[in-house]
């Protein structure tokens, strides 16, 4: 039986690759720091332990108990156009974290470090996103995320470590936390449903995503390790039809039951237009067919109508706030 290490097990698709692995036969050791996942969603039969991999002496003794075969690191915050307003947070949280698991799994002679990267290491102008184009980052974000794509490389060429990189994109369903302000549109617009609230949007709405539900992600990373042809490859890996913001917000509404109300905010520095092809993940993996939006969106209402809307969470500690846009500036600090 594989011994494998999870991290960000109570977090999104941390929680659902972890539930995979479990259904593969895999010995689950799961990490968490709860600061945006839920003990709730742990899986059941999952060895957890709540710590940070920022701590690197936390994470070395993570083997103390025994070795691991396999490394699925999901653990980081994703808050893509925040990133340029916690720089040291967001390379402290998704770059130096992370070479701390690559360290241990050299060391430990792990036979598969799989990491899950982002479409965000494109940037703009790159449409249809192919892994063979050049990335060109364009926030903090999507720079932490390739300068670890880079390092395993490195790895490998140096200590034989056998990674793959997965770059998923606009993923939603359940267990997604809602209450994050800076992410997950999807969930943000739920939230705002369920407390009879306008749905924001950044612009004209008019950017296009291709929105991808968990349950097309999770099971091939979890599956991924067993697949000899992925190993030291880059996978883009989610939904292929873009839709618009403002097309998402009518799904919601739609799925909710109720007429959407849209209240739209000054537009922000991000990449209007993010897709990507799949054609190379189709060829290594085979996945089953993507599930359509409307019936992932309807999944997910059904699970955040018996959860119930959340306060949404300020983060307390930006580092710049220039250019930060308004309705992210904490209201004691608008009304000073």
């Known amino acids: 039986m594989a011994r494998v290490l999870v991290t960000g097990v109570a977090g999104f698709i941390g929680s659902h690759v972890a539930d995979h692995c479990l259904r593969q036969g895999f010995q689950v050791v799961g990490v968490d720091d709860l600061s945006g996942g839920f003990p709730e969603n742990v899986p059941d ?36 156009g925040l990133s340029h307003f916690i720089r040291r947070y967001n390379y402290n949280t998704n770059l130096l974290a992370s070479i701390n698991l690559i360290n241990q799994s050299i060391l430990h002679g792990v036979r598969c470090f799989v990491f899950t990267s982002s479409i965000a290491v494109y940037g703009a102008n790159q449409v249809p996103m192919i892994e063979e184009l050049t990335p060109q980052p364009e926030d903090p974000y999507g720079i932490s995320k390739y300068a670890v794509e880079l390092d395993l490389e ?11 990189v997965f770059r998923p994109h606009n993923v939603y369903g359940e ?27 950044f612009g004209d709405g ?10 097309d992600i999770a099971p091939v990373i979890a599956n991924s390790p067993l697949n000899p042809a992925a190993y030291q490859q880059v996978f883009n890996i989610g939904a292929d039809k873009p839709y618009t913001v403002i097309e998402l917000a009518r799904e919601v509404a739609q799925a909710f039951g109720v007429e959407p109300k849209i209240r739209h905010l000054p537009a922000r520095n991000e ?7 799949h054609e190379k993940i189709q060829r290594i993996f085979s996945p089953p067919p993507s599930i359509a939006l409307t ?23 930006i580092e710049v706030s220039i250019n930060l846009p308004p309705s992210w500036i904490k209201k004691h600090e608008t009304q000073n």
């Open 45 to 80: 039969g999952v060895d957890f332990r709540c710590g940070s991999v920022t701590d690197n002496n936390w994470v070395a003794d993570l083997w103390k108990d025994g070795d691991f075969d396999y490394v699925y690191h999901l653990a980081a915050y994703a808050a893509e």
């Open 154 to 164: 490195a790895a490998h060429r140096m200590f034989g470590l056998p990674y793959i």
């Open 175 to 201: 267990r997604q936390n809602i209450a994050d302000k800076y992410r997950n549109v999807i969930g943000i617009f739920m939230n705002q449903v369920m407390q009879d609230q306008e749905m924001t949007i």
């Open 206 to 215: 008019l950017q296009t995503r291709a929105f991808s539900h968990v349950d």
């Open 271 to 277: 990449v209007v237009h993010a897709f990507a092809s």
């Open 295 to 317: 019936d992932g969106i309807a999944r997910m209402v059904g699970w955040t109508r018996e959860r119930g809307p959340m306060t949404p969470v300020e983060f307390e500690n």
